[in-house]
Every structure is written in C-alpha cells, then in structure tokens.
RNA sequence: GGAAGUUUAGCUCAGCUGGGAGAGCACUUGCCUUACAAGCAAGGGGUCAUAGGUCCGAGUCCUAUAACUUCCACCA
C-alpha cells in the first residue's frame, strides 16, 4: 500500500483527481428509467467573465447538492453552459476595436460577428477551466451555449409563438437609452444612483401677456422637445391658465397648458414642463393630451436636428448654453443644488437617457398572473421563502418587456420587412418570399436580442426543446436552480415565465437562493472598488476544498457573508485534521480488517457509532432542506471532536495492546466511521475525501459515486451511547481536577470512585486511565477510604476522590467545594421553581416534568456528597 | 413613498416547527502526550438592540421603537 503524505498538500492531487473523474466519466448523466432524475442548471457564467466569488458561492452550493444527490443514488444532470452577454461581449469588443482604430460600423456587421466568435473561442472557455478547478461535477458533455444551435433553435421557436399569440408587439414607447452603448435597455437593467444635481427654474412667458409661469426642471436640455406645461387641475395658482398658450423660450414653440392629475401641487413650483419624447411620465401626459412628440436628442446624446442651433452639442454642453441663453433673457429664476435618482447603464454606467424609440416589446401582464400563481401553489418553492415577496413584488408591478438592442451580438429578431409592400414576417426559417405580396425584396430586422431572452429559456433550450428529445422528457423540469438574491429580477422570473409558457410545466421545483459573499469589512467585492478576492488565487494557496468549505460553514440560505483568509485557514486546519485521523487509521491498519457485523464491540465502539448515526440523518435532513451549513457544521463537529478528539483517543490502549481481537474491533470501527465521514464530508470537501477513499484498503471504485451513508436503527445504541456520555465526563472532570489544583499533567494520579456504573467504568480503565492521566482506579463506598487529604468533586457516574497529597491547600479546596455546592444549589432552585409551578406541571409536557424531577434528585444527590466531603475537611 | 433583511461572546457568524445560549477566530493557563503545533487539554467572556404582549415557559411567536444594510418606486 502507498503510504500517506505526513501533510495534507492538496496540489498533490486536486487535479489529477479532476481528471480521474473526467476519464472515469463521473459527472455523465445518464437517461435511465430505473433512477429517479435530479437536474439542476448551472447559471451561464457570461463569456466575458472571470471567476469571481460570487461564482465560487454559487458553484460549490450546487456542487454540494449535486454530489450528494448523485451518491443518494439518483441520475444527476448539472448541465453546465456560459452566456454570450450581448451587450457585455459587445462592449468589449468595440472597445477593442476603439484601440485598434477602428469601429464596428467600419468593420461590417459579418467582419464583426467573425471577430465576436474568435474572440469567444480565445477567452469564452477561460472560465470553464475555472470552474473546473474549483471541483464542479457538472456534465460537461452537455455544455450549452446561448447562442449554440439548440439555444437559437428554441430562441426563434420561443419568438414566433409568442408573436403569434400577440404577446410580441413592435412599437414607439420611452425606453432607456444607453447613449454609449447605443441601444435600448429594459428597465431590470437600469442601475439608480443618487447624483448630486440642480433645479432649474425658469420662466415661459404666457402668450399676449406680461405673465409667465415659472416651472423647475433638472434636464434644461430637454425643454427643446417641450410640447406643454402641465398643472394640477385642482390647483388654485394656476387654475386662470388652464387652456392658455405659453411661448416657449429660445424656441418660440407655442405650447399649452394642460390640467393633468400627475402633477404635485407640493413639489417644485407645481407646474411642470411637459417633453413627451423624453421622459416617462411625460410620454404619459403627452398621450392623454394628445400632444406632439418631439426626439430633439440623437442616439448619441447630442442634440439633433429639432435642437435647431444647438444641433451636434453634446446633451451637458447643450445644457450649460441653454441655461446661460436663459439667463441672457432673463428667464432664469433660481438654481438650487438637487440630489436626485439617475439612472445608469448597468455595463457601462453612462447616464441614460428616456428617448422614444421604435422597439419590440414582450407584453407581460398575460405571462405574469400564471408566473405568480405557480409560486402562490407552491408549485415552485423560494428558500428561504422571503424571497418569494421580492418575486412577486416584481411580477406585480412589472412593465413591458424590452427585447430589442442595437446591437450585433446576439439573436437576431427572426422578422423580416418586404421591401415593396412593407408587410413584416415572423417565421420560424428564414422566408424567402413575402407572403402578401410575393415579392423576393425581404430583408432582416437590424436588432438583436435581449441576452435574457436567450437565459430565460435555458432550463428548455438546452435540452433540446422544442424537440421532445430523451433529455427533455426525462430530465425537465429541473429541481433545483441556484442562483443570487440580485438575479431574481433578470432571469428567475424569465424563466418561470418562459418555462409555463412554453412548456406548461414550471421550470425547476425550488428555487435556493444565497446572499453575496462580501469583503472584510462588508463591502460588496467590486472591479471600482479593487477589493474582490480572485478565487483562484485562494486555490492556489489553500487549495479548492478549503475554499469550499470555507464558503459554507457559518452561512444561512439567503444571508450575505464575509470573506476572510481566517476562514479558508480554519477550513484548512481541518481538512488536515482529516487527512491525519485517516493517516493514523491507516498506519494501524494490518491484516485484513473485519467488516463492522463481524467483531465485537466495546461500549466506546457503540458510543461513536451511534454518535454517527445520529450525524448521518441530521445530515441527510439538513442537505435535503439545502440547510447547507447547518450540515457542513454537523460533519465538521463529529468528525474534530467525536471522531478524532474523543474516539481515536480511546482507541489507542486497544491498539496498542496484545488482545488480538480487541484490536481487530478496534480497527473495524475505525475504519468503518471514517469511511461513513468521509462520504459524509464528499459533497463539501471533494478532492481530499477522494484521494484519501484511495487509501482504504477495503474499498473499490470512487467515493463520488459511492453510496451516501444511510441511518440505520439497528446502530443507533441510544442507551448504551448515553451510557457512555458518562465515560467521557469522568475523564473530562478529572482533567478539570488536575488542572484546577496545579497538578501537572504528566503526573499520574490515583482515582477513588464512588459509583453505580463500576461495569461500565471497569471495561474502559485503560481508555480512563490513559485519557484521564491517571495511574489507577479503586471502588470506594466513601470519601473515608480515599486516602489522604483527596480532592473531590461529584461527576455523572458519582463522586471521583484524588489523593493529591502536598499539592492540596485545604482552604482552598474548601472555597472549591462551597463554590461548587453554591452551583449545585442552584441547579436545584431552579428546577424546584418549575416543578412547584402547577401551571408547569399541569401544561408541560410529561417528558419534560419528568426530566426535571430527575435532574432534581441528581442535584440532591450531588449536594448530599459535597457536604458530606466539607465535613471531612 | 413601498418592501425585505440585519441587530446573539472582543471579531465573523450559526441557532430547524418556542423547553436549560453555540461554533470558528481572538484571549488566558498548561502541554512538542509516538495521526496532526495547520495540534492537545483546561478555562474566561453574552440583561440574545429596546419596550410591551401571547404563553406554564420567548434568542425563537406578535406589536411598536431605534440603528444599520439592501431592493423597488420616484416629483418634473
């Protein structure tokens, strides 16, 4: 057999067992009718990006459910895939082009398209290398791309039934307007941020009189499309100018006033320009008053040809003439510094700008009712279930869709335009004639398509919907989608509402969301910020399990959490605790080892059996309730201090003894607990627990599709684990007595025992002795017979006396025992005011009346035995 | 303006359907005990934000309050 490195060294292996797993086809998933399906979809990381944290979280919580699904014997599908981030991709790539010289529109849009594709085949797969390091199990024999044929297929598919249906519509509504980017945004892509602004108020004179109305503006550039001021019709101030005609200064425009309920008496001046092509509500009140509709700001933010002599100004320069003109003539009334919310373009952050534009939209209302009815059956569940709030929330409120960009990458709008009779198709191929007036002159929509469009059928497409494919019938829907609090909005409502549309079912069973992995101090990690933590760096150092785990323990479903080095080191620190327990049980290991049925076992052997019993369905339940960490703390917590502190411990006088049998149980029970920790622990810790499952000598094939540990009854010895609790108090109290009166730990002591459990204590002297640093035991009736000036102090199993000799101060030992007798008092007041309490008594359950009546009597016992040892002094 | 979350040991955080407050790190003390100093043992440290309420019993449920965080909406 090889023998185990001293030190755990994960670069040792991590990656080769990535790659035993990938020969072995670990991570396959099967069709296969005898097994129930388990299928979770990875979220498509975008091709643009790098592995950060976020992805860590996100990829090792899926990872974990994944492999514990897989060993619970079902056939795991976790597809995995990457996105092709339209505007993200496109982003970069025109600004790499900017640095070259060049531009996008120069280019072409097939040259472009063809520089698009490399560069996703040069940097798109980075990322998968990435995940690869981080141990994710995920089927990458099914690796998706939103742009590959299955996805483009259902994309076309999933435009022309809904376009069908009416729920796709093309027409002139505000949306937002990235002026950098040069598209159309949806409104989930608008980032608010407060901005440090200013009101501006000016005069519109009224037409044919002296007067003017006074109105406040935070845009003056805008007032070049002004088409009305608007009052409030209740409004006393302004009611003599309803109706009335203002010029519009600079511009000369006669525009009227109009009554309008949208209008706040309270804010501003309580009149308000009205530029329907340039901000939402407006459009509104443009609508119900009829009024013109005037675009004077181009698709770059400069002013058009509407803007008449500020033509070509960018819209902040056009805005600082403007004011200056209007205070020129006068009109300008006040500035007030005004913090406001602006909206940002989300990839670029400029600021956008309310533009009317032609566009296409989805209309939404009709998918949202059955969207939000799915979640309200709990037809789809959110964990934790706030979340379902943030949904519907969302789902309630929610506008049009904006699907259109002015972009190149992505899915081009399967609609053509004849070019002679103007009629548009929708098919799902290409057409090659109008099917109005026959003519040939088609040509395609310019637009691409919202990248969520694509993600929104990723649960479907990849499986090759609309074809009712082997995959689609046995592995959709899915089970679980995990994902971030903040993704909600883009994508997990898409895809319930993709999901019940397009295929009647919803598209995955729960939804598990995580909080964010935040810096040090709390901080969201971010690029502008230059605080994120790379991921792979933290591999590098510490190796992937460490950062795994480290990732789960002490976090709760939904709760953000902090990144520290401590953490990845703690994990660490107990990775190699692992490593050792296993290396110490191996270096015992000779001869054949029996399996558990097949030896005798010792009260210790029980105790940690049962103790690993009790693990193994606290585990499986908290796993199947994604209590992640609650699971994560439980292996951890058995496996330090039951497993390794406590019964590798006891396990040593058996080991090291000469009763051959003894030994042999010994070694079973060893080697059967850590076999079961190890399967426990796989989901969290992958790589080290396969690299170690190599060293059992009695085991064959990989731990990562071996069978997780089942609980079994017949190994709970409750009785005899409770038993044995007291085992481990005696040597617990013991210490505590040496430690409390200065004797030095190597100095081994005598022991006098009063005691009921004489058997259970007998059976496991050497363990006591060895553990308790003690040199021998004696049965006693009394503290008389222990001895001279013995130290004492009452324990589960009774009374324990050691003769201390020189080393005892009576005063102190009598302060000691008062001290402890206060305790004891304590314990028995406090359970007296329960039991007295008739309302307790009468209300509570027996079982607990009882286990206070219990404790009583053995704080009564325990207080009859200090006083009789403070007499004694 | 609306909504959600957080508030528990010095720090970072767990705490499931209400039944004697937990972990890791840090700290104190003592140990290189032949798996492990990335370790072992023994400890100290908390009116569970505040005020009410329900209950035999509240960190846990309800209602207010405060502070912080986040999301949404937004008045030009």
Known sequence: ??????????????????????EEGSFRAEVDPAKVPFTVMMPPPNITGQ????????????????????????????????????????????????????????????????????????YGGKIIGQLKKLGSSCDWSRLAFTMDEKCSTAVKEAFFRLYKKGLIYRGSRIINWCPDCKTALSDEEVAYSEDAGSFWYFNYPVKGTDEHITIATTRPETMLGDTAVAVNPHDERYA??????????????????????????????????????????DFEVGLRHNLQMIR???????????????????????RKRIVAEMQDLGLLVKVEPHAHNVGHCHRCNAVLEPIVSKQWFVKMKPLAGPAIHAV?????????????????????????????????????????????????????E?????????STHLHQDEDCLDTWFSSALWPFSTLGWPNETEDFKYFYPTDVLVTGYDIIPFWVMRMMFSGIEHTEKVPFRDVLIHGLVRDEQGRKMSKSLGNGVDPLEVIEKYGADSLRLSLMTGVAPGNDTRFTDAKVEASRNFINKIWNASRFVLMNAEGDIPPLAEVRLQPADRWIISRLQ??????????????????????????????????????????????????????????????????????????????IYGYLPHVKGNIITADFPRYNTKLAYKKEAKAFEGVIDLVKTVRAMKVEVGCPPVKKVPLYLVTEQKRLVAVNKSSILRLAGASDIDFVESGAEAGEKPVSKVCELGQIFVPLGELVNLEAERKRLEKELERIMGEIARADSKLTNKNFVAKAPKKLVEDEAAKKEKYLDMKKRIEQQLKLL
């Not at 057999?1 to 990938?22: G, L, S, V």
């Not at 425009?253 to 309008?260: G, S, T």
């Not at 509407?306 to 033509?311: R, S, V």
Request: with cysteine; glycine share 8%.
């Open 376 to 428: 309200m059956q709990n037809k789809t569940k959110f964990v934790p279930d706030r979340f379902a709030k943030i949904y519907f929330n969302w789902l309630e409120n929610i506008r049009d869709w904006c699907i259109s960009r002015q972009l190149w990458w992505g899915h081009r709008i399967p609609v053509w335009y004849c070019d002679d009779c103007g009629e548009t198709i929708c098919e799902r």
């Open 240 to 281: 003599r100018f309803i109706g009335k005609t203002l010029i519009l200064p600079i511009v000369g425009r006669e525009i009227p006033v109009v009554a309008d309920d949208y209008v706040d008496p309270e804010f501003g001046t309580g009149a308000v320009k009205i530029t329907p092509a340039h901000d939402p509500n």
């Open 430 to 438: 290409t057409p090659t004639k109008c099917p109005k007036c026959g």
């Open 51 to 122: 592995l950060h944290m976020g992805h860590a979280m996100d990829e090792t919580t899926q990872d974990v459910i994944v492999r514990f699904k897989r060993m619970q014997g079902h056939s795991v599908l976790w597809l995995p895939g990457t996105d092709h981030a339209s505007l993200a991709t496109e982003h970069k790539i025109v600004e790499k082009l900017r640095e070259e010289g060049t531009t996008k529109e120069e280019l072409g849009r097939e040259e472009f398209l063809r520089r698009a594709w490399a560069w996703k085949e040069q």
């Open 614 to 691: 009790s693990t193994i369905r606290e585990v499986t339940l908290s796993l199947q309730k994604y209590d992640l960490g609650i699971a994560a703390d439980k292996i951890t917590d058995f496996a330090w201090n039951d497993f390794c502190d406590w019964y590798i411990e006891l396990s040593k006088p058996a080991l090291y003894g000469d009763d051959a049998e003894k030994k042999r149980g010994t070694l079973a029970v060893l080697m059967f607990v850590l076999e079961n920790t190890l399967k426990l622990l796989h989901p969290f810790i992958p790589f080290v627990t396969e690299e």
């Open 1 to 22: 057999m090889k023998e185990m490195h001293t030190t755990y060294d994960p670069k040792e292996f991590e990656d080769r067992i990535y790659e035993k797993w990938m």
């Open 296 to 318: 004077v700001l181009g698709d770059d933010g400069t002013v058009n040809a509407q803007g008449g002599k500020f033509e070509g100004l960018g819209r902040y320069e056009a």
